[in-house]
């Protein structure tokens, strides 16, 4: 049984004083008309008559101040050392329960005690263990191959950064969410049903948004049936297959069509300027010889074709063999000459050429030449180009070598120069530009460094480019050009973000099933999702709408500290001055921003499988689930609000700020009231919560609602 509120308690013990002092006065009324005392004994009539409405009101402030307030003191400060035993300490046991106060100063430090020997025990046994995660993270954050893990469930147990850099706009990715959110793919699904359990690989083609991901598969031995997923972007080798090498193919078919005409009309040429061709061996025929002697008759004989006839016969095959043999050496030559340039294209698109900074090329070229007495200085501005680095690092060094010992120079400048689809890349020096000799024999020169020895000339071939020299316009130097393919993109690489501090937890594998019942499931094991938004003002039902929606989540009793959602919204209506004072935001602020109708789909797949967590949810709920929302949220939500006054109804304001600071929370600067930081706050109340719910027999998700239903009352159906 609860106990009372405050506020029943304080109405009874006023309600008693007021049915005292009314009882008393009656009385004295009473005995004053039947009695009829006067002086002294009129007064101490009155004053006795009144005297237990007096004892019962100095009685209820007595007992309010030295023994309810201690209570909800000593209440309050219980909370938090379940919370948390290091919590501060502000209300120490007063009143009559001031002596308690060194009690339970000496069981804070036990308990403090207790705790730090079990943390100092636990950080010995686990040393070994941590170093090797340690180094274990260290490792897959530097692995470029993206990479995933998941349990019997498919729930992602680990990720590195590749993985979330390649998946970092995908709603389902996460600790916890399942594969399903991140590839709808069926035959994903049945590889991993049917993956050998000895770690043998399985490889397929997944198609996500407009790539498509090779994906190795491999069941981990001895594991309980959990998989490591590697993942590459074969995109561009995709596109090369059925692209630049099918147009090859093609090409090469027309070749050789093209090609066995050619052959076949001329072998026919040939074959009728033969002395054995039939045509040949009409015009020699006796019976035409006979016909010329003279005296015969000038008619030929029958079946027998006139020489000039068979004549033109011959002229006429021959003209159309040699029509035959132009028209498919002409299409020959276009053939070979789309052949040509298929085989340029696959030549450019060759995977070793990779977008590459040119700052970055410069700081790489310095760092080879730093032995040496050459030192190299970009200038201009940096650009990006397509390039095999590390190819183009050896043929560099050859070549600002080779040129510093010709020109006698030890200073160069490197400049980037933008061009129509490429870009220049030149070196400077003060002097004259180089005759096209001597850059023929550079061409031809060998690099050993690199695999089977190429030449300079190949490399240049290999990026489409070629090499020259040219003088300034200044008269006072020149340079050494050659161009390479330039990329559409602006601007120096991004810095690469610091590793999320969790991208893994092999407890999500020990978690129940997604398909078990979620109302059995213990509160340790739910994955929770935490949200707040900000609205244009508080009268939902008259046209407020939402203007910012953030959300955190909470994967096996862990608050992600990166796992975020936090997007504003355009509320298709002027924010009020009124509400910008409490959330800061403006309409300058919204401007250009989605519609709640765009931003609700990317929540709920967001939200997944989890169960909602909000502070005074069916305020928020309502925001989002407006008329012509068109999206349903009908997963289970917990509400911290209503917890609080399940668990402490006697204890005044349940408000997130008298929340945490009951609970020792703080909010990170700039923060409160906004829809994010309010959403972690909230998380964080959660977990401490979390702890006094487990200790009253509250272990399940359904426990948790039913305590707080028992709070819900008419205010809260109001909203």
């Given at each position: 049984?609860?106990?009372?509120?405050?506020?029943?308690?304080?109405?009874?013990?006023?309600?008693?004083?007021?049915?005292?002092?009314?009882?008393?006065?009656?009385?004295?009324?009473?005995?004053?008309?039947?009695?009829?005392?006067?002086?002294?004994?009129?007064?101490?009539?009155?004053?006795?008559?009144?005297?237990?409405?007096?004892?019962?009101?100095?009685?209820?402030?007595?007992?309010?101040?030295?023994?309810?307030?201690?209570?909800?003191?000593?209440?309050?400060?219980?909370?938090?050392?379940?919370?948390?035993?290091?919590?501060?300490?502000?209300?120490?046991?007063?009143?009559?329960?001031?002596?308690?106060?060194?009690?339970?100063?000496?069981?804070?430090?036990?308990?403090?005690?207790?705790?730090?020997?079990?943390?100092?025990?636990?950080?010995?046994?686990?040393?070994?263990?941590?170093?090797?995660?340690?180094?274990?993270?260290?490792?897959?954050?530097?692995?470029d191959t993206p990479l995933l893990l998941c349990d019997r469930h498919r729930r992602l147990l680990l990720f590195n950064q590749a993985a979330e850099a390649?998946?970092?706009?995908?709603?389902?990715?996460?600790?916890?969410?399942?594969?399903?959110?991140?590839?709808?793919?069926?035959?994903?699904?049945?590889?991993?049903?049917?993956?050998?359990?000895?770690?043998?690989?399985?490889?397929?083609?997944?198609?996500?948004?407009?790539?498509?991901?090779?994906?190795?598969?491999?069941?981990?031995?001895?594991?309980?049936?959990?998989?490591?997923?590697?993942?590459?972007?074969?995109?561009?080798?995709?596109?090369?297959?059925?692209?630049?090498?099918?147009?090859?193919?093609?090409?090469?078919?027309?070749?050789?069509?093209?090609?066995?005409?050619?052959?076949?009309?001329?072998?026919?040429?040939?074959?009728?300027?033969?002395?054995?061709?039939?045509?040949?061996?009409?015009?020699?025929?006796?019976?035409?010889?006979?016909?010329?002697?003279?005296?015969?008759?000038?008619?030929?004989?029958?079946?027998?074709?006139?020489?000039?006839?068979?004549?033109?016969?011959?002229?006429?095959?021959?003209?159309?063999?040699?029509?035959?043999?132009?028209?498919?050496?002409?299409?020959?030559?276009?053939?070979?000459?789309?052949?040509?340039?298929?085989?340029?294209?696959?030549?450019?698109?060759?995977?070793?050429?990779?977008?590459?900074?040119?700052?970055?090329?410069?700081?790489?070229?310095?760092?080879?030449?730093?032995?040496?007495?050459?030192?190299?200085?970009?200038?201009?501005?940096?650009?990006?180009?397509?390039?095999?680095?590390?190819?183009?690092?050896?043929?560099?060094?050859?070549?600002?070598?080779?040129?510093?010992?010709?020109?006698?120079?030890?200073?160069?400048?490197?400049?980037?120069?933008?061009?129509?689809?490429?870009?220049?890349?030149?070196?400077?020096?003060?002097?004259?530009?180089?005759?096209?000799?001597?850059?023929?024999?550079?061409?031809?020169?060998?690099?050993?460094?690199?695999?089977?020895?190429?030449?300079?000339?190949?490399?240049?071939?290999?990026?489409?480019?070629?090499?020259?020299?040219?003088?300034?316009?200044?008269?006072?130097?020149?340079?050494?050009?050659?161009?390479?393919?330039?990329?559409?993109?602006?601007?120096?690489?991004?810095?690469?973000?610091?590793?999320?501090?969790?991208?893994?937890?092999?407890?999500?594998?020990?978690?129940?099933?997604?398909?078990?019942?979620?109302?059995?499931?213990?509160?340790?094991?739910?994955?929770?999702?935490?949200?707040?938004?900000?609205?244009?003002?508080?009268?939902?039902?008259?046209?407020?709408?939402?203007?910012?929606?953030?959300?955190?989540?909470?994967?096996?009793?862990?608050?992600?500290?990166?796992?975020?959602?936090?997007?504003?919204?355009?509320?298709?209506?002027?924010?009020?001055?009124?509400?910008?004072?409490?959330?800061?935001?403006?309409?300058?602020?919204?401007?250009?921003?989605?519609?709640?109708?765009?931003?609700?789909?990317?929540?709920?797949?967001?939200?997944?499988?989890?169960?909602?967590?909000?502070?005074?949810?069916?305020?928020?709920?309502?925001?989002?689930?407006?008329?012509?929302?068109?999206?349903?949220?009908?997963?289970?939500?917990?509400?911290?609000?209503?917890?609080?006054?399940?668990?402490?109804?006697?204890?005044?304001?349940?408000?997130?700020?008298?929340?945490?600071?009951?609970?020792?929370?703080?909010?990170?600067?700039?923060?409160?009231?906004?829809?994010?930081?309010?959403?972690?706050?909230?998380?964080?109340?959660?977990?401490?919560?979390?702890?006094?719910?487990?200790?009253?027999?509250?272990?399940?998700?359904?426990?948790?609602?039913?305590?707080?239903?028992?709070?819900?009352?008419?205010?809260?159906?109001?909203?």
């Amino acid at each position: 049984m609860s106990p009372p509120r405050r506020q029943h308690l304080i109405g009874a013990w006023l309600l008693l004083s007021g049915l005292s002092l009314f009882g008393g006065a009656f009385l004295a009324l009473w005995l004053d008309s039947r009695l009829a005392p006067t002086g002294a004994e009129r007064i101490a009539l009155w004053a006795g008559c009144l005297a237990g409405a007096g004892c019962v009101f100095l009685l209820g402030l007595l007992l309010e101040r030295r023994l309810f307030a201690p209570l909800r003191h000593l209440q309050v400060q219980v909370a938090r050392m379940v919370a948390s035993p290091d919590a501060r300490d502000d209300y120490r046991p007063e009143g009559w329960l001031s002596g308690l106060g060194p009690d339970l100063l000496k069981l804070r430090e036990h308990w403090r005690q207790d705790r730090s020997q079990l943390a100092g025990a636990h950080a010995e046994g686990a040393r070994s263990a941590a170093r090797i995660r340690l180094e274990l993270e260290a490792l897959l954050q530097v692995l470029d191959t993206p990479l995933l893990l998941c349990d019997r469930h498919r729930r992602l147990l680990l990720f590195n950064q590749a993985a979330e850099a390649l998946f970092s706009e995908h709603p389902g990715f996460g600790l916890g969410k399942r594969l399903e959110g991140l590839f709808a793919l069926a035959s994903l699904s049945e590889a991993l049903d049917h993956l050998p359990s000895d770690g043998s690989p399985r490889e397929l083609l997944i198609p996500q948004q407009d790539r498509w991901l090779h994906g190795c598969l491999r069941r981990v031995p001895n594991s309980d049936c959990e998989t490591l997923i590697t993942l590459t972007d074969s995109t561009a080798a995709w596109h090369c297959e059925m692209g630049t090498r099918a147009s090859l193919a093609e090409a090469l078919v027309a070749v050789r069509r093209h090609g066995a005409g050619l052959s076949s009309a001329a072998e026919a040429l040939s074959q009728l300027h033969s002395p054995n061709h039939p045509a040949i061996q009409a015009t020699d025929d006796p019976h035409d010889h006979e016909a010329r002697q003279p005296g015969a008759s000038s008619t030929p004989a029958q079946g027998i074709r006139p020489a000039t006839s068979q004549g033109s016969v011959e002229v006429s095959l021959t003209k159309r063999l040699s029509d035959i043999i132009g028209q498919e050496s002409q299409e020959l030559g276009q053939a070979i000459d789309r052949l040509g340039k298929t085989l340029e294209a696959l030549q450019r698109q060759g995977e070793r050429l990779a977008p590459l900074w040119s700052n970055d090329l410069w700081q790489a070229l310095n760092d080879r030449l730093a032995g040496s007495s050459l030192t190299l200085t970009p200038v201009g501005m940096p650009a990006w180009f397509k390039a095999d680095a590390p190819a183009l690092l050896v043929m560099l060094e050859a070549l600002t070598s080779r040129l510093s010992d010709l020109v006698d120079v030890r200073h160069l400048d490197a400049e980037t120069c933008l061009g129509n689809r490429r870009v220049y890349l030149d070196l400077i020096w003060l002097g004259s530009s180089l005759p096209q000799h001597q850059l023929a024999r550079w061409k031809a020169l060998r690099l050993d460094a690199l695999p089977l020895s190429p030449r300079i000339e190949d490399l240049l071939h290999q990026h489409d480019s070629d090499l020259w020299s040219l003088q300034d316009t200044d008269g006072h130097h020149a340079r050494l050009r050659f161009p390479l393919p330039a990329v559409e993109r602006v601007g120096p690489p991004l810095t690469r973000p610091s590793p999320r501090p969790e991208f893994h937890d092999f407890g999500i594998a020990d978690l129940p099933s997604p398909e078990a019942e979620l109302a059995a499931c213990p509160l340790a094991q739910l994955e929770i999702v935490a949200f707040d938004t900000e609205t244009t003002g508080l009268a939902l039902r008259q046209g407020d709408r939402v203007i910012s929606i953030g959300a955190c989540r909470i994967v096996n009793g862990r608050l992600l500290a990166n796992d975020t959602f936090d997007v504003r919204i355009d509320p298709g209506r002027p924010i009020p001055p009124a509400s910008t004072a409490i959330h800061g935001l403006t309409d300058s602020d919204v401007l250009g921003a989605p519609p709640l109708s765009q931003v609700l789909p990317r929540f709920r797949d967001y939200l997944g499988d989890a169960v909602i967590l909000a502070h005074n949810a069916a305020f928020d709920l309502l925001a989002l689930q407006s008329p012509g929302a068109g999206v349903a949220l009908n997963m289970p939500v917990l509400d911290t609000l209503l917890l609080s006054r399940a668990l402490d109804p006697s204890l005044d304001g349940h408000d997130l700020d008298s929340l945490a600071d009951r609970y020792a929370l703080s909010f990170a600067a700039g923060t409160r009231h906004t829809a994010l930081g309010d959403a972690r706050v909230t998380a964080e109340l959660w977990l401490a919560m979390r702890t006094r719910l487990e200790a009253r027999g509250i272990h399940t998700l359904a426990d948790a609602l039913a305590l707080q239903s028992s709070a819900f009352d008419r205010q809260d159906a109001s909203l």
